[in-house]
């Protein structure tokens, strides 16, 4: 007798809008953008605002130099966030391209302040905003269609530290 566990997985495509839907389902991804011309990858939890990507740094992080040197355009940089059960290997990965900016302006610089407390002790002082470009997602299934409400929708795990002091929240209501 074949279990599900014993059936191939199928990758199936994502839509723009059942991508971003699914990211702004869990709190943690993983923001990659260039060191020393070399990619660097750091855990963050985020809020989702509409379809941008946004969460909180520190003065010191990497990133938010990184993003403070950018023309107006930004830096380009990538996002991705997942929910694959490490048993059934059944879930879902999204990866958003886009540009990194600072967000400067003091009214909404307040309202993201004001979204769950960091992750980790440190004072957040600056905002990350990413725009996406290219949105792309992969749900791994046993059939092609969706999973049954028994497989990942959200990974519930969650990490007490955001590596570089990127900090930022779940979706906005």
Avoid: K
């Avoid at 279990?3 to 699914?22: F, G, I, Q």
């Avoid at 963050?44 to 130099?65: K, P, Q």
């Avoid at 002082?125 to 959200?154: C, K, M, Q, W, Y």
């Amino acid at each position: 007798m074949t279990t599900e566990d014993d059936r191939p997985r199928v990758s199936v495509e994502l839509d723009r809008a059942e991508a971003l839907r699914l990211l702004g389902s869990v709190p943690l991804g993983r923001v990659v953008f260039t060191r020393h011309a070399l990619p660097t990858v750091r855990p963050v939890n985020h809020v989702l605002d509409g379809c941008d990507i946004v969460f909180r740094t520190h003065e010191g992080a990497e990133l938010t130099s990184y993003a403070r040197r950018a023309d107006g355009a930004g830096v380009v940089v990538a996002y991705e966030a997942d929910a694959i059960d490490p048993d059934t290997h059944l879930g879902w990965s999204v990866v958003v391209t886009g540009y990194a900016r600072l967000v400067t302006d003091p009214d909404e610089l307040a309202r993201y302040r004001r979204l769950p407390h960091p992750w980790v002790a440190r004072t957040m002082d600056h905002v990350v905003r990413i725009r996406p470009d290219l949105v792309t997602g992969i749900r791994l299934t046993t059939n092609g269609s969706p999973p049954s409400p028994s497989a990942p929708e959200a990974s519930g795990s969650s990490a007490p530290d955001a590596g570089d002091g990127a900090q930022g929240a779940r979706s906005r209501p």
